[in-house]
């Protein structure tokens, strides 16, 4: 299968999704966001008091109203449709349907500065350097890219370390998800690799763990401008 094939599934499969996505977040039964990785992110974000942050693949919002709770101007993009509708009626934020691909090609769509851009679990294609090297250039000098995503040490089990392309069913939500998704599973190695290219480094990274198997629930990646993509 072409990549662009692949990607344009992933985005359709969102907004067949999009109700049942948007159920389990908000009732809260997905067990790893309520054991670390919702607070994880959000510590994350508001550790950078950021006056401004850009939620990439916002979905139906929670983390930009959580963010707007706090004081914070948040602006959320999606390519869902009916992710970014139920996003407006719950408020907290300025929300756009927008595709990655338009993020990369336009720079006058969602324009920073920002002092954070997020990425919770909103990461699923390869290459991904073209579109974090756009986000690159909406942080402001000192702001920071955030990404939480499946922890690679932990999701490797599902088949070999190695970079591939992989599909989510959703079989394990308590919801009926009527469209499986692909997803393109990426080593630590390569997570580093992408950034590289985009201009951005790996400064810090947080490994929350589940309290009950003192596992990773998650891998959340701080990172800045390189030196050298600041000029
Ligand atoms: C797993 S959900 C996460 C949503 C939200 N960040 C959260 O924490 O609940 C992934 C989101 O990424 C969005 N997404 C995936 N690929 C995209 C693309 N190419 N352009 C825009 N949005 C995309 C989906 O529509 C979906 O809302």
Redesign the pocket.
Known sequence: MEPLDR?SI??SS??AN?AA?AQV?REGSIPS?RAGT?AA?LAACLQQRPRRVL?????????ARALWTEGVEVVG????AA?IELARSAGGGTYFV??????IHDSSIAPGPFDAI????????DPLSP?LAALAKRLSPQGRLLI?TVHPWMTAGAGPYECGWREESFADFAAVFPAAMPWYFRTLESWIGELRAAGLGLERCDEPLDPLTKWPLSIVMHCGLLADSTS
Do not use: K, P
């Open positions: 990607h992933i985005r969102w907004d999009a996505w977040v966001r919702d992110i939620d990439v693949g916002c979905g139906e919002g929670w983390l993009v999606d390519c869902s992710l927008t595709e990655y691909e338009s993020l997020v990425c919770n679990y909103s990461l699923f294609s579109l939480q």
